[in-house]
């Protein structure tokens, strides 16, 4: 791999109340933290630079999204996905049959920060507070208390992940790879399940292909899909309608007016934002894993997952068949697929009088132009700012549309020329 070459510094200039605080090393957060450096703000970065894909993915992972839809937006031109691998000499994912491993994209991420991100801060943010005099004070994991002037909270799914009440029966003291249930995104290395019989919950991309991956390390495996979250896959690139405009997820209109033109999403009515979410892009497998997953895995479609608990060790789901009936389903472990959610409440770094004081709109933060907050200079971006910019959000491509909006608006409002 070629060594990588580091940019020349951005010319930075003091601000009595402090550098700018972008927490978190994921795509959106090192997007954010390149924009903010190259209009010559001083920021600190904090985070492990893809922990998310790293160690909260399956390895062995296929990303869904293609790779027109996989940079990582940079203020200058030279850091896509094809260029980290004309870089490093491996063939350049550009077409939409591309498929990029994932550890090709944690490498790439890995590429980005050492050339555009170099100072990146691998501690943890453990408190932010107000400070009466404005802006922002911070405290760290080594001990350390500074002062920011703004803060950008680029924490993406960490803490989220989402564990539905009626799984909860059979994970007392919570969910882990040990135990009778887990989350997918407790685990990397499926190979623990050889030989297991595994219930996996979900008909998402992130459940089939965890799905597929348990089957191919040598577990018997079950998908329970609930409700109306039946177990379908997307059609390939040259089964795409020609006749509707192409967007970074396929052609559809609404899925190129969600990608291009998030702008004015934040109007719609809550109800639709919130279903939308949810909903876009939502569960549906990616078209290269159909084979795999029908030759490997059994699905059981159900109205619904009413219960679950333990029985000789092993968990017991209970479900309400299409047909109304009750059935059980016992298997030696269960992966819950079942998605993050956003929670003010959840991202416990921010003072409690910080949480209190943010406008949020079932549980999320309600943002207003560049990203900004109810409290002046503190942002969000990434999953936390889907409820107001829309699905495209939850994606790596959705740096594009907001690394450079909320650089621009932060340099605007705090000093700075982006
Ligand atoms: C199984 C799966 C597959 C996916 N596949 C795709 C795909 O194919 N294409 C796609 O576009 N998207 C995909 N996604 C979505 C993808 O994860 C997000 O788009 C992306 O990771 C979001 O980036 P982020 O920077 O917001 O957050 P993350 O990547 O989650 O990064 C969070 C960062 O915050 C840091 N952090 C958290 N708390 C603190 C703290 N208190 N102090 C300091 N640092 C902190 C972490 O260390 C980390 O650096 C997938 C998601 C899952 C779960």
Known sequence: MNQPTRQTQPKRRTHPDGPVAVIGAGPFGLSTAAHLRAGGIPVRVFGEPMVSWRDHMPAGMLLKSTPAASSIDAPQPGHTLADYCD?????????????IPVETFIGYGDWFQQRLVPELERVRVVSVDRRPAGGFELK?????????????????????????PELAGAAPDGPSPA?????????????????KDVVV????????????????????????????????????PWGQPRLRPESPFGRAWSLWALSYYPHPYRYLPARTRHFLVRRVLGP???????????????????????????????????????????????????????????????????????????????GTPKLGAGYVSSVPGL???????????????????????ASPRLARHLAAAHGGDV
Not at 87 to 99: F, S, W, Y
Not at 220 to 228: D, K, M, P
Not at 379 to 401: I, K, N
């Open 87 to 99: 870089a490093v000499g491996t063939p350049r994912l550009v077409t939409d049959e591309d498929i």
């Open 140 to 164: 760290l994991d080594s001990g350390e208390l500074f002062s920011a002037r703004a803060v950008v909270v680029a924490t993406g799914l960490s803490g989220l992940a989402h564990l539905p």
């Open 179 to 195: 135990a009778a249930v887990s989350h997918s995104s407790q685990h990397h290395d499926l190979t623990r399940y050889e030989g």
């Open 201 to 236: 919950v979900g008909a998402g991309q992130s459940a089939l292909e965890t799905a597929v991956l348990v089957a191919e390390a040598g577990a018997r495996v079950r998908v329970v899909s609930r409700g109306t979250g039946r177990v379908a896959f997307g059609a390939p």
């Open 284 to 362: 549906l497998g990616a078209w290269w894993l159909r084979e795999r997953f029908e030759d490997a895995v059994e699905v059981r479609e159900v109205a619904a997952v009413t219960g679950a608990g333990i029985r000789e060790g092993r968990p017991v789901l209970t479900v309400r068949t299409a047909a109304g009936r009750a059935a059980e389903l016992t298997a030696d472990h269960v992966i819950a697929a079942t998605g993050y959610r956003v929670d003010i409440a959840a991202m416990d770094f921010l003072g409690h009088e910080l949480r209190t004081d943010l406008a949020v709109s079932r």
């Open 379 to 401: 942002y969000f971006t990434g999953l936390p700012a889907a409820s107001s910019y829309g699905p495209v959000m939850r994606f790596v491509c959705g740096t594009e549309f």
